[in-house]
């Protein structure tokens, strides 16, 4: 039985539609005629596709209860469609039978456009419907070979009929397309033979088939393979019985199809041997001294070919006991121990030194045997130095040597001919263990496998790596892993964080998570269809109907993706997918006044990610007077990497695996303290500035290495110094470890927290990694950097049992005085290691102070060593997050939200009862702004909602943005924060006081939210265990604001970009950046003399390449700015579309750029050197217009002699900055904020102020109402009579005056020309 689709009936008996003969396989033609058509029934035509079918045509439709037809006549009379016709020959007694059987079906058609074959007596049925293929190439081919190869026995071996229909349900009568058919091949429909260029419809098909009277059974169990040998090939067989359905006698029964037995091929496995398991042991062959004993095993082998590998015996050492002898160790001298484990030489002694890296002599430090490690022989006493007796001077023995904070030492004892024996061993201090190699973020399909990799260094070096997915430790036997985390045949289950946490005896450290995504079979890699992106119009452009200044331009989400990799089994997969524009398509926009063209996202795939260049970008300035730190050097780690320029600025490259960047600041004069800074990244945008200040150095002291001295930590006028530096007498030591006697330059530069000028002087990140390997905030309260130098040769200086006095008046959270700890920066990782406790004391006055007055001191104590930076920290964990926005505008737009902003918060704690004035700094953090945002860690307090308060700034590539303000009114909906939470917080921007101020900060208290009032749970502060919710909160949510302000600027690309993420580069032809590897920006100086400053816009068209010419690539408005040297004067600085290679790097294309002013303005001066250079390589272009100027842009980079402005760098946003700062100073290697006008001027415009010359319509009625009304009424009967003309597609300028009276403003030229004679003065 046939399985069927559709309605669940049988077809009638159907008669061949020739009485005497089966003709071969045709197509019919149906003719659309008039009603009074009399051509014959049938005219026969030769099959032009040389399939084997012929044409036949019909004038009118057949019906027969089973076909219907619908032609079209009328206009369509002559036109002839070619459709299937079911060949229903059958008397009208069997049709109207069939009529009253079948139940009515879908259009109350049943079994249309069916092709018969004179068989056909019996009742039949049908087979569901086959659609193989697809009207694609040449056409729509519905093969009955192909279908049987596909659906097997499906089919029956002779079908009596075929119907077909297109996919929607069509009838092939009724599409008017010409198609074939036959019994024999099938139905096929071919593109090229449809009229007016259409091509076919997707058809489906089904044949009609007569019930079988036989059937097989079930096929049998497969019999066994004829080959016994192993490795060898043979033959199964199973067999079937054919069946009938009627008890018809034998040779009346028709046959089945197909064979009663069937055959595949069979194999033996291959020829094995194998060990079967070991037997136990057999008695030792002795009891004591050292014997042998063995176990045995047989090998199991299918096969005598084959043989075991191994052997099948094993002997193992017993009787290890030694037997009741005498020590048989020959010492050369002296005589064996006890244990008989070494040798014994009384009365000799050994002498050993343990010093520091510094040379200063290590106290205290452990000395042990390395057999006997736990068995401590020695300690070393003030100079450093121990004695061992009985320690033989031939023995070469390996000691172990240990203190806390120091990482141990394993060395050996030497001895010269004279019998003398010695240890010297040089201690390093203890690091904790620093992430170096993190894992980074993977995605697999389901079945693959992964390589996730850690390393970290420390001392002394970590050995024992644990791993962890989703919180959870991964059992070590499972998965088998040390550094590297091995996962195969991936399951979805599987998907989730990794990290890996390593120990040693210094400590514990976690590497940053990364994200593991599998992706089920069957799922596609990337999501096809493009998310919505918007993207801001030109000012000029409002779309009619919406009004919208808005587009979505769509956009791939950018996100990794998997890949084909050429090797899965990397720590770092070498190219990275993501998904990325396959496809985009041109579209127009309708401005009102003119189109824009624009190139919208159609499609996206997984493809190979682009990889920005990260760069860490900035200037090393003092912190007191902001002076430059030259030629200094850059170190990270060990490494030195470059050196500041002149005016401090420095570049530098960060490799892409890269998860911390510490970078040390030395300036080899030594008029600065060394300074490290841990830098944030921005691996999307590639570039981020920073500003480093660093400390200058405190004038040295001299004082007396023979006495105690005192040196005051922080010294504020009118406040007492925060602590003192306690030096005993005799603590200063040379590198070789010999106490230095005589006059010492001591230098101790203080970071003092009550001056919040030193807080963006902050050494490193004041972070901390806790004993669960967790990095932590610190709350500094001052920090200080020594150096201690002999008075002659300016040698380095050590000093051991130094004391720390902190003065606890200074600590105004008493919660805090138990906690506090000296720390210690390592310069190498930037975070600050433990050094040591502090213990409470209580005195009276104290060294320097006039005042007898009881004090509560906490004193801790240290050794300088090779660390110099040190700091009074206490651990927070009262914390907290704040949401900062970033906006391109005052507006506040969701979608005008910047990424790449440095962000920074210095945490502040106010005087009691003057909350607006704060008494010191304690902490300082950076975060960079993503496309929702950033959350900065902060500091807060539930209790006291002014305990904390924090000073917050903006930065974007230098320049600083403003914040929103909180004068002369608080505004809720300016600010982002929503009342009464707002009252609470107490915003106020840096100006709220005083208006003269810089507008670029601002202040709030950090309350902590009460998670039991709704106001508090939106934002704009959250608590520290909420930081998934403030990093995913939705921009409706509180949060704070920062706006550039630069205004009056915009920029519109054909192809989007995203200048602050440049993963979104598209490789097109009219992409503004051809590279996304190097970014050429280019600025034109245009001066405007005008009361007022004026838009100038430059229009950026394909000017020679063969696919860009005459081309959109963008345009770009910017307001000109005044010059505050000259009256009447501004200039602009116009970024045009450089010249050069474009994506493919094949042909050089000059672009065609028009420089169009606002309103009034007319050309007066052009540069000569511009000029002649123009003219000078042509083509010209031409510039009749005297309102505008276009040129073929320069492929040189032109100076600013000629008022251009070239510079190329590997982040477009410095480029721009460095090419605006060089326009606006009108020099090619200088940089301003201020516009100079009459420096480095392409371009010189006259915009004068229009002046009004006639009376307003209110002044015209006044005067003359009744000549008013009548040329106002004589206006509106020419304008209502206009034709209205819509312009071509251009982009164009700024209009000359203010649009008014919209909705007329299709205006003919006619009118126009009249409405101008009017307008003329009288």
Same mark, same amino acid.
């Given at each position: ?47 032009? /596709? ?59 058609? /049943? ?23 697809? #009207? ?58 449809? #009229? ?40 199964? *067989? ?83 006991? #030694? ?43 452990? *000395? %042990? ?203 770092? $997969? ?158 200063f030591h040379k590198d070789n470890g010999d106490v230095y006697e005589g006059t010492v330059k001591a230098s101790v530069t203080f970071i003092d927290p009550r001056n919040i000028?030193?807080?963006? /002087? ?6 901390? *990694? ?179 308060? /924090? ?171 005044r010059d505050m040297r000259e009256a009447n004067t501004s200039a602009a600085c116009v970024e045009f579309k450089c010249s050069g290679m474009l994506f493919d790097q094949a ?48 492929? $040189? ?117 009249? %409405? ?7």
């Amino acid at each position: 039985m046939v399985s069927r689709e559709g309605p669940d009936w049988h077809a009638p008996t159907l008669l061949h539609l020739f009485k005497n003969q089966r003709p071969p396989a045709r197509h019919w033609t149906t003719s659309l005629l008039s009603g009074n058509d009399t051509s014959p029934l049938f005219s026969h035509t030769p099959d032009e /596709a040389g399939v084997g079918g012929d044409t036949f045509s019909l004038p009118e439709p057949l019906h027969c209860g089973i076909a219907e037809q619908n032609h079209q006549r009328g206009a369509m009379s002559g036109l002839t469609t070619v459709t299937l016709l079911l060949s229903c020959m059958v008397s009208g007694a069997l049709c109207q039978g069939f009529e009253s059987k079948r139940p009515s079906y879908r259009n109350k058609r /049943a079994v249309p456009n069916t092709s018969t074959d004179t068989r056909a007596t019996e009742v039949t049925e049908w087979t569901s419907w086959f659609n193989i293929d697809h #009207p694609g190439g040449n056409g729509d081919y519905e093969r009955l070979e192909a279908i049987r190869f596909y659906y097997r026995e499906r089919v029956c071996a002779r079908p009596t009929a075929m119907e077909a229909r297109t996919t929607d349900w069509v009838a092939a009568a009724d599409t008017g397309e010409v198609v074939h058919s036959s019994l024999e091949k099938g139905f096929w429909c071919i593109n090229k033979e449809q #009229p007016h260029g259409h091509i076919c419809s997707n058809y489906h098909v089904r044949f009609q088939c007569t019930p079988d009277q036989s059937y097989w059974t079930q096929w049998g169990e497969w019999g066994p393979c004829t080959t016994t040998v192993c490795n060898d090939v043979g033959i199964q *067989v199973r067999q079937r019985r054919c069946m009938s359905t009627q008890p018809l006698p034998l040779l009346l029964v028709p046959a089945c199809q197909g064979h009663h037995s069937e055959r595949r091929e069979c194999s033996n496995p291959p020829c094995s041997a194998k060990w079967s398991p070991w037997g136990v042991w057999g008695s030792c062959t002795v009891t004591c001294g050292g014997g042998r004993r063995i176990r045995r095993r047989t090998c199991v082998r299918t096969s005598t070919t084959t043989q075991c590998t191994g052997r099948p015996v094993e002997t193992q050492k017993c009787g290890k006991s #030694p037997c009741p002898v005498k020590c048989r160790r020959v010492c050369a001298e002296g005589r064996p121990d006890e244990d008989c484990r070494r040798c014994v030489c009384e009365g000799h002694v050994l002498r050993g030194e343990v010093h520091s890296v510094t040379g200063a002599p290590v106290s205290e430090a452990w *000395v %042990a045997f390395t057999s006997h490690p736990k068995v401590i022989r020695a300690r070393t006493d003030a100079k450093g130095q121990f004695r061992l007796k009985g320690v033989c001077s031939s023995d070469d023995i390996s000691f172990t040597i240990r203190k806390d904070k120091y990482a141990p030492v394993v060395v050996s004892s030497s001895s010269n001919s004279t019998g003398v024996s010695w240890v010297s061993a040089v201690l390093k201090s203890a690091e904790k263990p620093y992430v170096v190699k993190h894992p980074e973020d993977k995605v697999r399909y389901e079945g693959g496998r992964a390589m996730l990799c850690c390393k970290a260094t420390g001392s002394p070096t970590p050995e024992k790596y644990n791993w962890y997915h989703n919180g959870t430790l991964l059992d070590r036997k499972v998965y088998k892993y040390q550094e590297d985390l091995v996962l195969k045949d991936l399951k979805p289950e599987q998907a989730g964080q990794y990290y890996c946490k390593t120990s040693s005896p210094a400590g514990s450290i976690k590497s940053s998570p990364a994200s593991l995504t599998v992706i089920a079979k069957g799922t596609p890699a990337c999501n096809s269809t493009p998310e919505a992106h918007l993207i801001r119009l030109p000012l000029d452009c409002v779309q009619p109907g919406t009004n919208s200044k808005f587009y979505n331009a769509g956009r791939c989400p950018h996100n990794k993706c998997a890949g084909l990799l050429d090797y899965d089994m990397r720590c770092r $997969d070498g190219e990275g997918f993501c998904c990325g524009v396959q496809a985009m398509e041109i579209r127009t926009i309708d401005c009102g006044s003119y189109n824009l063209p624009i190139k919208a996202v159609s499609q996206c795939k997984c493809q190979k990610c682009v990889q920005p260049t990260v760069l860490v970008r900035g200037r090393v300035l003092t912190a007191e007077n902001g002076d430059p730190l030259r030629f200094g050097h850059i170190y990270i780690g060990k490494e030195r990497v470059g050196t500041t320029g002149y005016q401090g600025g420095f570049t530098l490259q960060v490799p892409p695996d890269t998860q911390r960047l510490v970078v040390n600041f030395v300036d080899p004069t030594e008029k600065f303290i060394d300074t490290p800074k841990v830098f944030i990244l921005d691996k999307k945008g590639g570039s981020i500035y920073h500003d480093v200040k660093v400390m200058r150095k405190q004038a040295p002291i001299d004082i007396n290495a023979g006495e105690t001295n005192y040196i005051n930590l922080g010294e504020i006028k009118g406040e007492d110094p925060i602590g003192q530096l306690v030096i005993p007498a005799n603590s200063f030591h040379k590198d070789n470890g010999d106490v230095y006697e005589g006059t010492v330059k001591a230098s101790v530069t203080f970071i003092d927290p009550r001056n919040i000028t030193t807080a963006s /002087a902050t050494p490193g990140d004041l972070n901390f *990694v806790d004993n669960e390997g967790d990095m932590l905030p610190l709350r500094t309260y001052g920090m200080f950097s020594v150096d201690f130098r002999d008075e002659s040769n300016k040698e380095v200086l050590g000093a051991g049992a130094v004391q720390v006095l902190l003065d606890t008046q200074h600590v105004k959270m008493q919660e805090h005085i138990p906690k506090m700890k000296l720390w210690s920066l390592n310069p190498d990782t930037g975070v600050w290691e433990e050094e040591g406790d502090f213990s409470s004391t209580t005195t009276t006055g104290g060294h320097g102070r006039s005042k007898r007055e009881e004090r509560t001191f906490l004193i801790g104590n240290m050794e300088i060593r090779e660390r110099r930076l040190f700091n009074l920290d206490v651990p927070e964990n009262r914390r907290c997050y704040v949401k900062v926005r970033a906006y391109m505008s005052e507006k506040f737009l969701p979608v005008e939200q910047l990424e790449g902003v440095v962000v920074s918060l210095i945490n502040l704690e106010p005087k009691p009862g003057y909350s607006s004035n704060p008494r010191a700094w304690g902490r300082f953090d950076s975060v960079i702004t993503g496309h929702n945002g950033a959350c900065l860690p902060a500091f807060c307090d539930a209790q006291r909602p002014d305990a904390y308060t /924090a000073y917050v700034t903006a930065m974007m590539g230098g320049e600083e943005l403003e914040a929103a303000p909180s004068s002369p009114k608080m505004n809720p909906n300016i600010i982002g924060v929503s009342q009464p939470y707002l009252d609470k917080i107490d915003y106020q921007r840096s100006d709220h006081e005083d208006p003269a101020l810089k507008k670029t900060a601002f202040r709030i208290n950090l309350a902590k939210p009460n998670q039991n009032n709704l106001d508090e749970t939106n934002g704009p502060i959250y608590p520290y265990q909420n930081l998934i919710a403030c990093e995913n909160a939705p921009v409706d949510s509180n949060h704070f604001r920062f706006f550039r302000v630069e205004k009056d600027k915009y920029e519109y690309n054909v192809v989007p970009f995203e200048e602050n993420d440049l993963t979104t580069w598209t490789g097109d032809y009219l992409s503004w950046w051809p590279n996304p590897q190097e970014f050429r920006a280019c600025f034109i100086k245009v001066k405007v003399q005008g009361q007022k400053e004026v838009m100038v816009r430059s229009k950026n068209l394909g000017g020679t390449h063969p696919e860009t010419k005459n081309k959109l690539y963008g345009i770009r408005d910017i307001r000109s700015t005044r010059d505050m040297r000259e009256a009447n004067t501004s200039a602009a600085c116009v970024e045009f579309k450089c010249s050069g290679m474009l994506f493919d790097q094949a042909e050089v294309d000059r672009s065609l750029i028009s420089i169009l002013p606002q309103g009034n303005c007319r050309k007066i001066v052009t540069n000569n050197l511009l000029q002649e250079y123009l003219i000078k390589h042509p083509p010209v272009a031409q510039n009749n217009d005297s309102n505008a100027f276009s040129m073929l842009a320069p492929v $040189d980079p032109l100076g600013h002699n000629y008022g251009i402005y070239t510079v190329t760098d590997q982040n477009p946003r410095v480029a721009k900055e460095i090419a605006i700062g060089r326009c606006f100073d009108g020099t090619s290697d200088g940089f301003s904020r201020e516009m100079k006008s009459d420096s480095g001027v392409a371009l010189t415009f006259s915009c004068p102020e229009r002046k009004i010359n006639r009376e307003s319509l209110f002044q015209r009625l006044q005067t003359n109402p009744g000549q008013t009304l009548s040329q106002m009424a004589r206006d509106m009967r020419e304008m209502e009579g206009m034709q209205v003309r819509r312009s071509s597609t251009r982009v164009v300028a700024y209009p000359s005056e203010p649009r008014v009276r919209i909705q007329n403003r299709r205006v003919g030229s006619t009118s126009r020309s009249r %409405a101008a004679v009017r307008t003329q003065p009288q």
